[in-house]
């Protein structure tokens, strides 16, 4: 029996973690209560966590420190959906308790999980039980009662791992919605499912997969298009401080920028992290010296690695537009027509995502980051996207605001609420108070056969959907769109806009736009090619 693990060890029990969710990823998908096509927990888990797993493989005999740092710098620029945000956290959770450790027994790491269960918990607004959160608690103060019996790592996991089978087991009956499904929490399946795979590596055993994770093509980067003797700085200077006194880091970002250029610096309560490219790296370490201690430390010769072309992604400056503007907004979305929807409307940048594709953290981050303005609001438009981009704001010098958009009419109206001249409170104010005047009306298809909500419901189906409830279901579009006409007009509503999908003819959207007319004339309906996939029809109603 295992008692302690090392970095290395660490690496592998994640790696392992990752195979492990990766291969149960569509089982995972298929607890989803909710039969409409998504994206779905065990996707949005597998990615998180495989980000990890591909930052990890490129180390080599790290620290426990190190192995436990990368893992969750990873996963929170990776994380995708609610369910890899909060994976993201129970991990940032362990790394912060196993700093400075060289090893890590059964009480060290019954004590990283339930440091991880306190980053989750503090992240959620309104934790409920039944979930992810619930297996994740329950497992570590289990881990931390088998610590104080044996003082085996794999002693306390393996408690950790009976203790979650049982919180799992009894989030059915923790959630009428899984009750009445008969099925159990996809999230808190996944964390038994890593959890089960890190015992797995404990034991020596490592989980193979077929096919590797979809994003791992991504990390080699091309600096073919640019010449040697273009790059002004020579030397990329990479450093995080532990931060030791109450310095301002404005202090230190004004003498870096002074100093070079592609200057980012970012800092919380634990560390400052700099990247920035000079031709003195010496003198901005011995200027950031005054804050802390070091880290860690990377100096590269940008000019040596254009030539020989091993420049990796994560090496890269990331580019981060100067402030021309007070405020920004990026929103997320999918649909052509939709998209020049929210660029007419003064949107700066567009996310691609939504059902079926939630984005990463990072990929929010990097549309950020291209808006000159020094506050940036971000619409997620999805309520899967919402934390992910919340994760934001801790990894740009930029300020940025999440509005809570479940829907794109709701971020659409949030947009004509803007107002560029405003104040932040005041645009925040008027935009989140806007979006409560919209119904979203949507029109999708079951992916498979369930019993939601009193509905029985067959895979192929139409779904149709009033803010977030099942508002009917069957084999007849037009049936569906005339019965949610019918509600709009009860609800006394005076403008109507459709959007319609990519898989729907002008035809068809102008049938569905005379049916709300005639059943609606009192109201405006407008029609508009969305082009989105999945939904044949978002509808808006205020």
Same mark, same amino acid.
């Not at 809570?404 to 008027?430: C, H, R, W, Y």
């Given at each position: 029996?295992? %008692?302690?693990i090392?970095g290395?060890?660490?690496?592998? /029990?994640?790696?392992?973690?990752?195979?492990?969710?990766?291969?149960?990823?569509?089982?995972?998908?298929? /607890?989803?209560?909710?039969?409409?096509?998504?994206?779905?927990?065990?996707?949005?888990? &597998?990615?998180?966590?495989n @980000?990890?797993?591909?930052?990890?493989?490129?180390?080599?005999?790290?620290?426990?420190?190190? #192995?436990?740092?990368?893992?969750?710098?990873?996963?929170?620029?990776?994380?995708?959906?609610?369910?890899?945000?909060?994976?993201?956290?129970?991990?940032?959770?362990?790394?912060?308790?196993?700093?400075?450790?060289?090893?890590?027994?059964?009480?060290?790491?019954?004590m #990283?999980l339930?440091?991880?269960?306190?980053?989750?918990?503090?992240?959620?607004?309104?934790?409920?039980?039944?979930?992810?959160?619930?297996?994740?608690?329950?497992?570590?103060?289990?881990?931390?009662?088998?610590? %104080?019996?044996?003082?085996?790592?794999?002693?306390?996991?393996?408690?950790?791992?009976a203790? #979650?089978?049982?919180?799992?087991?009894?989030?059915?009956?923790?959630?009428?919605?899984?009750?009445?499904?008969?099925?159990v929490?996809?999230g808190?399946?996944?964390?038994l499912v890593?959890?089960?795979?890190?015992?797995?590596?404990?034991?020596?055993?490592?989980?193979? !997969?077929?096919?590797?994770? +979809?994003?791992?093509g991504?990390?080699?980067?091309?600096?073919?298009?640019?010449?040697?003797?273009?790059?002004?700085?020579?030397?990329?200077?990479?450093?995080?401080? &532990?931060?030791?006194?109450?310095?301002?880091p404005?202090?230190?970002?004004?003498?870096?920028? &002074?100093?070079?250029? &592609? /200057?980012v610096?970012?800092?919380?309560?634990?560390?400052?992290?700099?990247? !920035?490219h000079?031709?003195?790296?010496?003198?901005?370490?011995?200027?950031?010296?005054?804050?802390?201690?070091?880290?860690?430390?990377?100096?590269?010769n940008?000019?040596?690695?254009?030539?020989?072309?091993v420049?990796?992604?994560?090496?890269r400056?990331?580019?981060?537009?100067e402030?021309?503007?007070?405020? +920004?907004?990026?929103?997320?979305?999918?649909?052509? +027509?939709?998209?020049?929807?929210?660029?007419?409307?003064?949107?700066?940048?567009?996310?691609?995502?939504?059902?079926?594709?939630?984005?990463?953290?990072?990929?929010?981050?990097?549309?950020?980051?291209?808006?000159?303005?020094?506050?940036?609001?971000?619409?997620?438009?999805?309520?899967?996207?919402?934390?992910?981009? %919340?994760?934001?704001?801790?990894?740009?010098?930029?300020?940025v605001?999440?509005?809570?958009?479940?829907?794109?009419?709701?971020?659409?109206? #949030?947009?004509?609420?803007?107002?560029?001249?405003?104040?932040?409170?005041?645009?925040?104010?008027?935009?989140?108070e806007?979006?409560?005047?919209?119904?979203?009306?949507?029109?999708?298809?079951?992916?498979?056969?369930?019993?939601?909500?009193?509905?029985?419901?067959?895979?192929?189906?139409?779904?149709?959907?009033?803010?977030?409830s099942?508002?009917?279901?069957?084999?007849?579009?037009?049936?569906?769109?005339?019965?949610?006409a019918?509600r709009?007009?009860?609800?006394?509503?005076?403008?109507?806009?459709?959007?319609y999908?990519?898989?729907?003819?002008?035809?068809q959207?102008?049938?569905?736009?005379?049916i709300?007319a005639? !059943?609606?004339?009192?109201?405006?309906?407008?029609?508009?090619?969305?082009?989105?996939?999945v939904?044949?029809?978002?509808?808006? @109603?205020?």
């Open positions: 029996m295992k %008692q302690t090392n290395a060890d660490l690496r592998r /029990l994640i790696i392992n973690a990752a195979a492990g969710i990766e291969n149960n990823k569509q089982a995972l998908n298929d /607890l989803n209560v909710f039969p409409v096509p998504d994206g779905d927990t065990g996707t949005n888990m &597998s990615m998180t966590i @980000a990890a797993a591909a930052d990890l493989r490129k180390t080599e005999d790290p620290t426990l420190e190190k #192995a436990a740092a990368t893992a969750a710098s990873a996963m929170l620029r990776g994380a995708r959906g609610n369910s890899g945000v909060i994976l993201s956290l129970l991990f940032r959770g362990i790394s912060r308790k196993l700093k400075g450790a060289e090893k890590c027994d059964g009480v060290l790491w019954a #990283a339930q440091e991880g269960v306190d980053a989750a918990y503090k992240a959620v607004m309104k934790p409920a039980e039944g979930t992810i959160l619930t297996v994740a608690r329950l497992a570590a103060a289990k881990a931390n009662q088998a610590a %104080q019996e044996n003082n085996y790592i794999e002693f306390v996991h393996e408690a950790a791992i203790e #979650a089978k049982e919180a799992l087991a009894n989030t059915i009956n923790q959630n009428p919605v899984l009750k009445k499904a008969g099925v929490d996809a808190g399946k996944g964390w890593a959890l089960e795979s890190m015992l797995l590596a404990l034991q020596g055993e490592d989980i193979i !997969v077929a096919e590797p994770s +979809g994003d791992e991504k990390e080699a980067a091309d600096f073919a298009d640019f010449d040697t003797e273009d790059i002004t700085f020579t030397y990329c200077t990479e450093f995080i401080i &532990s931060r030791e006194n109450d310095l301002d404005e202090k230190l970002r004004d003498f870096l920028s &002074s100093l070079g250029d &592609s /200057l610096l970012v800092d919380d309560d634990e560390i400052i992290k700099v990247h !920035v000079t031709n003195d790296p010496g003198k901005a370490l011995h200027e950031a010296m005054d804050y802390g201690s070091f880290v860690t430390v990377k100096i590269e940008m000019r040596l690695q254009h030539t020989e072309k420049v990796s992604e994560n090496e400056a990331p580019k981060i537009a402030p021309e503007k007070a405020f +920004g907004v990026v929103s997320v979305c999918v649909g052509d +027509g939709i998209g020049e929807v929210f660029k007419d409307l003064g949107v700066d940048g567009l996310i691609s995502g939504g059902q079926t594709m939630n984005p990463s953290t990072q990929d929010i981050l990097e549309v950020v980051n291209t808006v000159p303005a020094e506050t940036v609001y971000v619409l997620p438009n999805n309520k899967n996207i919402i934390m992910a981009a %919340q994760q934001v704001d801790a990894l740009t010098p930029k300020n605001i999440v509005i809570p958009s479940k829907t794109i009419p709701q971020g659409v109206t #949030a947009m004509l609420n803007f107002n560029p001249d405003g104040t932040s409170e005041e645009n925040v104010e008027a935009m989140t806007a979006m409560a005047s919209v119904d979203t009306m949507q029109i999708t298809y079951a992916a498979r056969n369930s019993d939601f909500d009193g509905f029985m419901i067959h895979e192929g189906d139409y779904l149709a959907i009033h803010g977030g099942l508002f009917g279901t069957g084999k007849d579009i037009k049936a569906l769109l005339k019965a949610l019918e709009v007009n009860k609800d006394d509503k005076s403008y109507i806009t459709i959007y999908g990519a898989d729907v003819t002008e035809k959207a102008q049938k569905t736009a005379d709300f005639q !059943v609606c004339p009192n109201a405006d309906v407008n029609l508009l090619c969305g082009g989105q996939p939904y044949y029809y978002l509808i808006s @109603a205020e």
